[in-house]
């Protein structure tokens, strides 16, 4: 039997309509996942406030997960209210017996208190929490008053933040993501991520709206719901901030159903929107933006990439005019000194871009006009050299970076780059990685939503992928191996397909990208 990745929602009821179970529905429909809600407690309220908050009783619990458990067997479990110690109990003993089937994920937002501030757990229940869910976690996603509660202190002030989710995380989960929605800062809304795949802040500029009744439940049923899709938690978590910008955004201007906050409305078309696509600060908040490189808006084309100086040479006479060369020397020499020099010299010359792989402060030094970084070089960098690069960049280098996967390309546009790098579109023996072809699908949605035009690369050895690759929107398209012995035969060819993909009609951009790592890797 095959059908969309089922979702458990174990949580309460909100007679109002705008958070829990009602929210929890709302985001698993805008991401084609089934959910299955199980009442874990009823509350009596509106849009103002919550007036009671009764836990069913854990044999009711226990008879609901029953009657799931052969028929509807979860990929994903999101908790939310769980209304008493006992339920929890019961909850940590089913997700026992429910990983000895198989992979399970276990996504928690600990609502200890409604955003009125009435309290929705009592310290024995925090407990328990604390005790027999967090050890089981793989994604926790509190806010900070939720974080303070849980790890006993009156208040954590942002710069805290970092060493809060690290608390957090020694207490079980793999993945904590600390919302921002009650921080006081008016002009961004900033998350804390710290996970196995990436750490920084998930950074967005505030929706000015009075529609923010559910949005915590929101935010981590939308990335249950993700993770139910395939996708690793760094990933998760950009797409559920797009989804929860998205519905704030597009519910801004509506007239509130209740005297109080009106409920975030997740809803399918969150994830096209460039504008959503957060940033992923990795040092401190605000991080000023960079200028954006000069020439940027004219189409890349054919990029070759090479890995000597003399073959530069051929490449611009084969008539390629942007360039990257990628010599892997673990350090700079003599040798590295000369072919970079020859290298600049002769792009110079041809009136032609080049971007230098990796070594970024030799090619600063000697004058390059753009440099090329993987991501974990950036990562590599240190504060004084991270700011060098950014004095770089607003001085006019063009700065191309790398990108697999969601975080990445969130990453990516925290730096402004002059391009980003989609791949492997193909599957590429270049050099070994931990990722899933991309394929035209990721292509396409890459060059819709990425902040800066799109080169697709990896195991592009044919014309007809070069078309295809330019059908989906790229600017330019990478060819290493596809150069061949004699670039002056085997240029020609893809510089024509790719004209011709330009020209044709452009693919459909996906509603959703698909995963690109393997959320074991």
């Known amino acids: 039997m095959s059908g969309p990745p089922i979702l458990w929602s174990i949580a309460g009821t909100d007679s109002g309509g705008g ?32 007036l009671r908050v009764d836990a069913v009783d854990p044999a009711l619990l226990d008879a609901q997960l029953d009657a799931l458990a052969d028929d509807l067997p979860p990929r994903v479990i999101k908790t939310g209210v769980l209304g008493s110690r006992q339920n929890v109990e019961r909850l940590a003993r089913r997700i026992d017996r429910l990983r000895r089937r198989g992979p399970l994920a276990l996504v928690i937002d600990p609502v200890l208190r409604a955003s009125s501030g009435a309290a929705l757990a009592d310290r024995e229940l925090w407990a328990a929490l604390r005790g027999e869910l967090l050890p089981r976690a793989n994604v926790i996603t509190p806010n900070r008053r939720e974080v303070a509660l849980l790890l006993g202190e009156p208040r954590f002030a942002r710069h805290e933040l970092p060493s809060a989710a690290r608390a957090l995380q020694s207490l079980g989960p793999a993945t ?7 921080d006081a800062d008016n002009h961004g809304a900033h998350d804390w991520l710290l996970s196995p795949q990436a750490t920084g802040w998930l950074s967005l500029p505030r929706v000015d709206t009075p529609h923010t009744h559910g949005t915590g439940c929101s935010f981590a049923s939308a990335l249950a719901a993700a993770l139910a899709l395939g996708f690793v938690a760094a990933d998760a978590a950009v797409l559920a901030k797009m989804a929860v910008a998205f519905a704030l955004r597009a519910d801004a201007a509506l007239p509130t159903p209740g005297a109080g906050p ?26 000023a933006p960079v200028a954006r490189s000069a020439g940027s808006g004219a189409p890349i084309g054919l990029y070759a990439i090479v890995d000597r100086a003399e073959r530069i040479d051929a490449v611009l006479a084969a008539g390629v005019r942007t360039v990257q060369l990628r010599i892997k020397a673990p350090r700079a020499d003599s040798a590295l000194h000369a072919a970079l020099t020859h290298a600049i010299a002769a792009t110079r010359q041809a009136g032609a871009q080049l971007f230098i792989n990796d070594h970024w402060a030799l090619a600063l030094e000697l004058g390059a006009a753009g440099v090329h970084l993987g991501q974990e070089d950036l990562l590599a960098l240190d504060a004084s050299e991270r700011a060098e690069l950014r004095a770089a960049q607003q001085a006019g280098l063009a700065l191309g970076l790398s990108s697999h996967s969601l975080w990445e390309l969130a990453r990516a546009a925290a730096w402004q780059p002059a391009y980003v790098a989609c791949g492997p579109v193909w599957a590429t023996t270049t050099k070994r990685m931990p990722w899933r072809p991309q394929s035209l699908h990721n292509l396409a949605w890459w060059c819709a939503v990425a902040p800066a035009p799109v080169v697709a690369i990896g195991g592009i050895l044919e014309p007809a992928q070069a078309a295809a690759a330019a059908r989906c929107g790229a600017s330019g398209v990478c060819i290493v191996r596809g150069l061949g012995d004699d670039p002056a035969q085997q240029v020609p060819p893809f510089a024509a397909a790719i004209d011709a993909g330009r020209a044709a009609p452009r693919e459909p951009v996906p509603a959703l990208p698909r995963p690109s790592l393997d959320p074991l890797a």
């Open 19 to 50: 958070a829990g179970l009602a929210a929890d529905q709302r985001a698993a429909d805008a991401f084609g996942v089934h959910t299955c809600p199980v009442v874990a407690a009823v509350t009596a309220q509106h849009s103002q406030a919550v």
């Open 176 to 182: 904590v993501c600390i919302t921002g929605g009650d």
């Open 262 to 287: 009106g409920p975030v409305r997740l809803r399918p078309g969150f994830a096209t929107d460039p504008q959503l696509l957060p940033r992923l600060v990795d040092d401190d908040l605000p991080n």
